[in-house]
């Protein structure tokens, strides 16, 4: 009887060390959230630190996404997307820098996910941009409402849960801080907002 007893708390403890380890090694894999209060330039070295210290090889993938840059979420005008795209691109290359200066025997790609509008949002090319070799994806800043009416219930929104589940870091500053948490922006979370 002693002996049975021993062996049943034997295999529920071992049971209980398997999932805890189970549930740390899921916790490992989880990428993580960088939400940065503001600014750029000053911000960018100890955020791809964390990056390349993160990355599975030896290429550093980022996706630059600049959707808190529109002004609508439904439409945008020819000017307003050209303008969207140059702004967001001068970030994009000063990342892309910043990445390159720090990745010695590393190759640095960085990508500008051009998705202003909801219906953007919505097509297979934005979709594919969020792909699983990405290391980071780096939002940028502008209105975070903008941002969350383009992305919210979207195969993009989808993708991104998807990707940072199995790794890949979300970092953004202002705006892009903002829309890494459902308590800081209204209405987007039932009896929260």
Known sequence: MKT???????ACAALLLATSAGIMLAQEEEGVF???????GDTY?????HIMAASKDDNINILVLASAYSTNSDEITEEERTQNTA?????????????????????CVV???PIY????????EAFALFSD???AIYILGGDQAIAMEILVGTPVEQAMTRIHASGTIITGTSAG???????MIGGYVGDFG
């Not at 049975?4 to 034997?10: A, K, Q, V």
């Not at 960088?34 to 750029?40: C, E, L, M, N, R």
């Not at 070295?45 to 630190?49: F, R, S, Y």
């Open 177 to 183: 801080n903002a829309v890494q948490s459902r308590t």
């Open 4 to 10: 049975t007893g021993l062996l049943f708390l034997m």
């Open 133 to 135: 070799d990405l290391d």
């Open 111 to 113: 990508t500008l996910a």
């Open 87 to 107: 702004d967001a691109e001068e970030r994009r290359l000063e990342i892309e820098d910043a990445c390159t200066a720090l990745a010695e025997g590393k190759t």
């Open 117 to 124: 509008t909801r219906v953007d949002a919505l097509t297979p």
């Open 45 to 49: 070295e100890g955020v791809i630190e």
């Open 34 to 40: 960088i939400p940065i209060g503001a600014g750029y």
